[in-house]
């Protein structure tokens, strides 16, 4: 299974030179006739990247589009959550049907009695976010170095174009990097 293809994608330019490792890739999978390749990538990637596109109209892929999810999946995900979703209105509910959207939700109502103080998307971010930040500064006991780590993470990946940094580069935050971890704001692979 090759998850997030489209970080190879020309289109999105953050690793088009990895390309040549997935081409590989497909050649010793093409040697086990038995053998099924999944392949999860961004649909805009799929239809603007020549080297994707070309890959979508072989005959041997069959694309599987992901769908929202059902508004009834919708309402049971928030009543575990303790979250009323008869205060949402259809707006709010439409937008809970992306799973990431209702993870922003739930994962960002914290203490909060209800969760239905959104409008709109950045809200849900903004929530989340802010949740994060509190429990980072919490679990450390003290005010995190939070923008300093974020911000040299952006910079550090802009200038790289990459989607990764080397720990090395936030080595002078190391308890608020460790916090962040804890809290699945950071992944450290390896």
Sequence with gaps: ?????????????RYPLLW???DELCEEVAAYPQMRLVIV???FDLQHDPRLRKLNSSKSVEQIPIQLLPAHQVDAALATAG??????????KELLRTPLHLLLLLDGMGDGPSG???QHLGELFDQYWHRKR???AMRLGY???WNAVVDKLCETMSTDLTVYVLA???DDWSETVAAMQTEHVLVQDG
């Design 143 to 145: 005010e995190s170095s």
């Design 134 to 136: 509190k429990a980072v």
């Design 41 to 43: 990538c961004r649909d």
């Design 116 to 118: 239905t103080g959104f």
């Design 83 to 92: 979250c009323d979703g008869n205060l949402l209105n259809p707006r709010q």
């Design 1 to 13: 299974m090759i998850d997030q293809l489209d970080a190879v994608s020309q289109v999105s330019g």
């Design 168 to 170: 090395i580069v936030v």
């Design 20 to 22: 040549e490792a997935f």
